[in-house]
């Protein structure tokens, strides 16, 4: 089953920088999970017990707020990666995330994460810059939200 993932894991930007070696390592930890259109896959506050790579479909982050809204904070699509940060930060997930369209994901369980990164070095070196790059990223796009939102509430 691990040679299946090979070939997916290498689609997904988090494991760009790895040779085939080292992502055949990283598929015999990881488990398949299939999730129908409008499934809840963690909410907000749950504990952040996996890393998912998304492999087909869309996955929709978001927060609730006021009146019970939501304020969608991102789309996510096959070859991305979410639910690091709850795996890095030993707080609860930070928003929900759901089946936009039927999906399926494969992942990692936090101890096997937590295993790999410990005991395999160079993997560790490349998933972790991949990782750091990716928040950046993430949290440049949160500002950019951000600024929009007060010029509006502003009139700016």
Do not use: H
Not at 31 to 59: H, Q, T, V, W
Not at 86 to 113: C, P, Q, Y
């Amino acid at each position: 089953m691990a040679a299946d993932y090979k070939k997916l894991l290498k689609k997904v930007y988090l494991f760009s920088s790895l040779t085939d070696q080292e992502i055949q390592k990283i598929a015999t930890i990881c488990k398949p999970e299939s999730f129908p259109r409008g499934k809840l896959i963690f909410a907000e506050g749950n504990p952040g017990d996996k890393l998912y790579f998304i492999i087909k479909g869309s996955i929709r982050v978001s927060k609730k707020i006021r009146a019970g809204n939501e304020q969608v904070l991102a789309t996510l699509q096959a070859g991305e990666f979410f639910g690091e940060m709850a795996l890095i930060d030993e707080v609860g997930r930070s928003a929900d995330a759901w089946a936009e369209e039927a999906s399926e994901l494969i992942s990692i369980s936090k101890n096997d994460f937590a295993t790999l990164i410990f005991r395999e070095k160079e993997i560790a070196t490349s998933l972790l810059w991949n990782i750091i790059r990716t928040l950046s990223s993430r949290l440049r796009e949160t500002d950019e939200k951000l600024k929009s939102m007060v010029e509006f509430k502003s009139g700016i």
